[in-house]
């Protein structure tokens, strides 16, 4: 990593920030005017994203700067952030998740799972 800046809490932080937005006024805070217009907004942000980050990686891949590949992975973590926050959600519950599957590869997770009948 090239930034010295200390990001151990920048999760919690914009928490916090995320669940004050909820009840702030749609005029004033971005966030607040997403959980205004609601999930389905949310998700299309999401979505939006999501698509910016591949064709950015694709971009990435090709030689061009990778800082805008960093932005749209920034955007794609937020708005899955606000998701989280709208659903009363925690990112805190998806970092649990994946510490529980540190020292699981994902290829014996995937052939323990039941047979599809
Ligand atoms: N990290 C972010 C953050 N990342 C991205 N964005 C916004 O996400 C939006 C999405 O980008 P787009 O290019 O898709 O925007 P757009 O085309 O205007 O969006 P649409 O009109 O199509 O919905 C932009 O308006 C960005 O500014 C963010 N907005 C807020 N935050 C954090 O949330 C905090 C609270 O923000 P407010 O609620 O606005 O006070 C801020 O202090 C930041 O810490």
């Given at each position: 990593?090239n930034?010295?800046?200390?990001?151990?809490?920048?999760?919690?932080?914009l928490?916090d920030?995320?669940?004050?937005?909820?009840?702030?006024?749609?005029?004033?805070?971005?966030?607040?005017?997403?959980?205004?217009?609601?999930?389905?907004?949310?998700?299309?942000?999401?979505?939006?994203?999501?698509v910016?980050?591949?064709?950015?990686a694709?971009?990435?891949?090709?030689?061009k700067?990778?800082?805008?590949?960093?932005?749209e992975?920034?955007?794609?973590?937020?708005?899955?952030?606000?998701?989280?926050?709208?659903l009363?959600?925690?990112?805190?519950?998806v970092?649990?998740?994946?510490?529980?599957r540190?020292?699981?590869?994902?290829?014996v997770?995937?052939?323990?799972?039941?047979?599809?009948?």
């Open positions: 990593m930034s010295q800046a200390d990001t151990s809490t920048t999760l919690e932080q928490a920030i995320l669940a004050a937005r909820k009840s702030a006024s749609p005029d004033s805070s971005y966030v607040a005017s997403l959980h205004h217009k609601g999930l389905n907004k949310i998700l299309e942000k999401v979505g939006e994203e999501a910016e980050t591949i064709l950015a694709r971009d990435t891949a090709e030689g700067d990778s800082q805008a590949l960093i932005s992975v920034a955007d794609l973590w937020f708005h899955t952030l606000v998701m989280l926050s709208h009363d959600l925690s990112h805190q519950q970092l649990e998740e994946l510490q529980k540190f020292n699981i590869s994902g290829l997770e995937k052939a323990s799972r039941p047979t599809k009948s």
